[in-house]
């Protein structure tokens, strides 16, 4: 478990800023709005993945 919970954490944290960084850099060029939004939508998809794996990693340490 603690191989998992030692990487789990940051790379959900590092894919949401990764998207986020992508998304605003989409949105401030003025590319295409599509994808600017889609990046967005996934930011958020990935916030929530993001906050399960955390409070799964906590719920787990703490148990131990």
């Known amino acids: 478990m ?3 919970a030692t ?3 940051p ?3 590092l894919a949401v ?3 986020l960084l992508a998304g605003l850099c989409t ?3 003025g590319d295409n709005p599509n994808l600017s939004q889609r ?3 996934w930011r958020v998809g990935l916030q929530f993945l993001a906050v399960v794996v ?3 990693v906590v719920y787990l ?3 131990a």
């Open 17 to 19: 800023f990764f998207v």
């Open 54 to 56: 955390i409070m799964l």
């Open 61 to 63: 340490k703490r148990g």
């Open 2 to 4: 603690s191989v998992i």
């Open 39 to 41: 990046l967005m939508r």
């Open 11 to 13: 790379i959900a944290v």
């Open 27 to 29: 949105m401030l060029r």
């Open 7 to 9: 990487y789990a954490v």
